[in-house]
């Protein structure tokens, strides 16, 4: 049923993302973590990921780029608990800004200097009367690689220059 789309006002996205990257390079094979911010409009709110209805969605977050990046732990913020028209039961959901942590595996085969990280939440919103169609909002954000693999590997990206440590005679 591809009926018209339940818009805001002002076509406003209901959730919106913003990623927080790690602020320092990543090595390959070390956990690093990567925050995002998600921002609910105000009459709306997200189910949690363990929303107490077995019909609803729960918010969930997945990468895309599975050969690059692996997802050890997703710590999702404490769940507001909330009696709706819709629901015999509360449930629990996240409303306003909400924060999800994740603790990411940076594979150690990486060979790149950056790598794009991109993935997708899947979210059912719903306001105090219904819940509309489950959606997934795409997210990236690159990452810089640190270097701490052999000088060999490096040496065939540059310009056929020695590198500085040959340097000193």
């Not at 629901?87 to 990486?110: D, F, R």
């Not at 719903?126 to 997210?139: G, K, S, T, Y």
């Amino acid at each position: 049923s591809s009926g018209p789309r339940e818009k805001t006002k002002a076509d406003e996205p209901i959730v919106t993302a913003k990623v927080l990257p790690p602020e320092r390079p990543v090595r390959p094979g070390e956990v690093f973590e990567l925050s995002l911010e998600l921002h609910v409009l105000p009459g709306f709110h997200l189910n949690s990921e363990k929303p107490g209805d077995e019909l609803l969605v729960p918010t969930s977050i997945e990468l895309e780029n599975i050969e690059t990046f692996e997802i050890k732990e997703i710590i999702f913020p404490e769940p507001q608990v909330k009696k709706f028209k819709f629901a015999t039961k509360p449930l629990s959901v996240y409303e306003g800004q909400v924060k999800v942590k994740l603790k990411i595996e940076l594979k150690p085969a990486v060979k790149e200097s950056t790598v794009e990280l991109a993935g997708k939440i899947r979210y059912q919103a719903c306001n105090e009367e219904a819940c509309l169609r489950p959606e997934r909002l795409p997210f990236k954000t690159t990452l810089v690689v640190a270097r701490n693999t052999s000088p060999t590997a490096n040496e065939s990206k540059r310009s056929g220059r020695p590198s500085k440590q040959a340097i000193n005679y």
